[in-house]
């Protein structure tokens, strides 16, 4: 438990920031910010130390937004969540909205399950609901997504977009 505390002192800071920056609502971050670091202490048990706590954290600090989003408006399109989810900043900027127009372009050459598993990861779906609705089990679902992320990266980094 005291690691979970040393965790939340280096964290909690950088991460109400982050999460202040996608709510743009004070009270919603602050909350989101607690409701992080509850998931944290329950899947403590889980986390299989694949990346940073720090990225572990804003992870679910962004899936737990994520989800307050569809429940607030469950109507919230894919696009409208990809946008989001491509935002580095406050502000939408031109080079965002082509990175998003070269990922459309790009995740358009792939199959439907590809872009289903990839598109209900963006909106923060859990491996676990993945796998129910596309009919996958978790782990396939896991390198699916791990596996078209590497892919844009490359086709990215690349400048290619076909």
């Known amino acids: 438990m005291q690691e979970l505390e040393r965790w939340y002192h280096l964290h909690q800071e950088e991460l109400y920031h982050y999460l202040l920056g996608l709510t743009h609502d004070p009270e919603l971050a602050e909350d989101l910010l607690q409701e992080t670091f509850l998931q944290a202490i329950l899947g403590f048990s889980r986390f299989r130390q694949e990346s940073s706590v720090r990225t572990w954290l ?28 491509a935002k ?31 598109s209900m990861r963006v909106s923060g779906y859990s491996y676990a609901e993945i796998s129910r609705k596309v009919g996958i089990s978790e782990s396939s679902a896991r390198v699916i997504e791990h596996r078209i992320r590497l892919w844009l990266k490359e086709q990215l980094e690349g400048g290619k977009t076909q």
Do not use: S
């Open 58 to 85: 804003f992870a679910i600090g962004r899936n737990l937004w994520l989800k307050q989003l569809r429940k607030r408006r469950p109507t919230i399109g894919y696009d409208d969540l990809l946008e989001t989810y």
């Open 88 to 118: 580095e900043t406050l502000e939408e900027t031109a080079a965002n909205r082509e990175m998003l127009a070269r990922i459309k372009k790009l995740m358009a050459q792939k199959e439907e399950r590809e872009n289903q598993v990839f």
